[in-house]
């Protein structure tokens, strides 16, 4: 039971009570400027990540609108700002093409109730133990399946199939042909983000202006390519989840892409979190527990409204900081210009042709690729994280986020259990008056874990030492940090061979961990107390 004071909740308010003390007009003044700054950052990629998930641009701005009011306003730090992101669209791209708008919306209520009972198990930690090149594969393997996804609105070209690698292999039998007038809008976007000068980027988003002007010229040009289409003037979206959906028989259908969602929320928001503590320097610690509350609050909401899964996002996290955002009133405010650009510009926002949000889309999958990490990775040449970073990469375009996370957590597993069996064995024959006379000893040196896979090493030493006609052996395991069940039946079996041929078997140096483990499973009884020593010398000054 909790102690009074350390409950979430307790603490929560506690933390909130802190970062408004002393606030003021000049502090509001930050956070306002701060959060119109994100606005501008979030709009485009909100329709885009909308039109990406395979629902439409007025789903990705609720999501936005609801997260910056409900996630931002509980979340683990006073800089997170969540929406939806070009990960989570990829997840649910395929999950609508089977069961529609319906199950994305089903899966994301799922999913905030894992992220809620994640929080309650207070498992939020776990994120530190999925190895680095891990996580790095996974953003460069949902940046592809970001870019695959786009390939038809970016070239108005049509593909089939179920998965992205069908459908890229679908151009092989249906032909490969760019629509001039759609890819003019698109590559019209590229050029704006990529080119755009780096001094305006931290005063005017490239990806919106290019969207303004795409706009402002298909007004004008009324070329003959897909748009948005409507934005609805409400926060309350015409598809969105109802109670009548929620049965049995569909939670079964969603469960499995849930699972990925809130496997998903969480690796994004806590890295996020992470990262946003350390950018803005400010002492404030993240609350991993309490950004996992937030976050399953949130996604249990958003889609009764009509929004997709959302998270905490650290392009948009980073604006605000940049922007000087003091408080999580930075993404209240955020999600205020959203609602005011989506009742002033809807009319204006449904003429944007798809194939410019499919341009910010294509580069902003580029751009989440960690390149600086891709490159420390393959030029130090280390096999098992070049190993770990392309198997994650490539399971998640060939199968998907939960299947390729589990290969390579399995994949690093198995790695370090092969390296970690690595113990080295050195062998010295004792000098002393007292061996000399009483035949041969041998000193073993073990350094190293003893564990499962270690095993069989000690007892092919020892056969050959045995053959040798040694009528004494001293294990010295002052370098053993630890030791597991199987490795102490592996002694167990070594002294029955050892008395077989009335050979005395002695221990020095045993470290405390594996003291207690020889205690818990008998095998200081089965030995005896009597011959184990702090040392080799003392062990052999006990034969006098």
């Not at 045995?466 to 199987?486: A, T």
């Amino acid at each position: 039971m909790a102690k009074k004071g350390t409950f979430i909740g307790v603490s929560f308010f506690h933390d909130l009570k802190n970062e408004f003390s002393g606030y003021s007009a000049s502090v509001f003044s930050k956070d306002l400027l701060a959060g119109l700054t994100v606005t501008a950052v979030a709009l485009p990629l909100a329709l885009a990540f909308g039109v990406s998930s395979g629902l439409d641009a007025a789903s990705g701005l609720i999501t936005a609108i609801m997260a910056g009011f409900v996630v931002g306003s509980l979340a683990g730090a006073s800089f997170q700002i969540s929406g939806p992101t070009g990960a989570m669209s990829a997840v649910l791209a395929g999950l609508a093409a089977s069961y529609g708008p319906e199950g994305v919306f089903l899966a994301g209520m799922v999913s905030g109730l894992i992220l809620l009972v994640a929080a309650l198990l207070k498992i939020g930690a776990l994120i530190n133990y999925i190895p680095t090149p891990v996580i790095t594969g996974f953003t460069s393997g949902i940046g592809i399946i970001i870019a695959l996804g786009q390939i038809d609105s970016f070239f108005g070209t049509t593909s089939y199939g179920h998965t992205y690698l069908q459908k890229l292999y679908s151009y092989t039998s249906l032909g490969f042909s760019p629509n001039l007038p759609t890819m003019f809008y698109g590559l019209l976007i590229v050029a704006f983000m990529v080119f755009w000068p780096r001094r305006w980027r931290g005063k005017v988003p490239a990806s919106l202006v290019g969207i303004i002007v795409s706009l402002v010229l298909q007004m004008f040009l009324d070329l003959d390519v897909a748009e948005v289409g409507l934005i609805p003037r409400t926060i309350m979206g015409e598809s969105r989840l109802r109670f009548s959906y929620i049965n049995l028989t569909n939670f079964k259908n969603v469960i499995s892409p849930a699972i990925s969602i809130a496997a998903l929320g969480m690796i994004e928001g806590l890295l996020c979190g992470s990262s946003g503590s350390k950018m803005k320097g400010s002492g404030e610690k993240f609350k991993a527990n309490q950004e996992l509350i937030a976050q399953g609050i949130g996604n249990t909401l958003i889609p009764f409204f009509g929004g997709i899964p959302a998270t905490a996002v650290i392009s948009r996290t980073s604006v605000a900081i940049k922007s000087g955002g003091q408080t999580r009133l930075t993404s209240v405010i955020h999600a205020l210009g959203l609602l005011a650009s989506m009742f002033l510009l809807g009319p204006y926002m449904s003429r944007i042709p798809l194939s410019a949000l499919s341009g910010v889309l294509m580069v902003t999958a580029w751009r989440m690729n960690d390149w600086r990490a891709i490159r420390e990775i393959f030029r130090k040449r280390i096999k098992t994280s070049i190993s770990q970073f392309l198997l994650t990469m490539i399971s998640i375009v060939v199968f998907d986020l939960t299947v390729a996370i589990m290969l390579g957590i399995a994949f690093s597993m198995v790695m370090f259990v092969i390296t970690s069996n690595k113990i080295s064995i050195e062998v010295d024959d004792a000098s002393s008056e007292v061996s000399k006379k009483s035949g041969k000893t041998k000193v073993v040196y073990v350094d190293g874990s003893l564990f499962f896979g270690s095993q069989d090493l000690l007892t092919q030493e020892v056969t050959t030492m045995l053959q040798d006609g040694i009528r004494r052996i001293i294990f010295s395991l002052r370098g053993v940090p630890n030791i597991d069940h199987s490795s102490v039946n592996e002694f167990v079996e070594i002294v029955k061979m050892c008395r077989q041929q009335e050979v005395q078997v002695l221990f020095c140096g045993v470290q405390p961990a594996v003291m207690h483990m020889f205690e818990r499973l008998d095998f200081v009884e089965y030995l005896g107390r009597n011959q184990f020593f702090t040392s080799a010398v003392i062990a052999l000054e006990s034969l006098n």
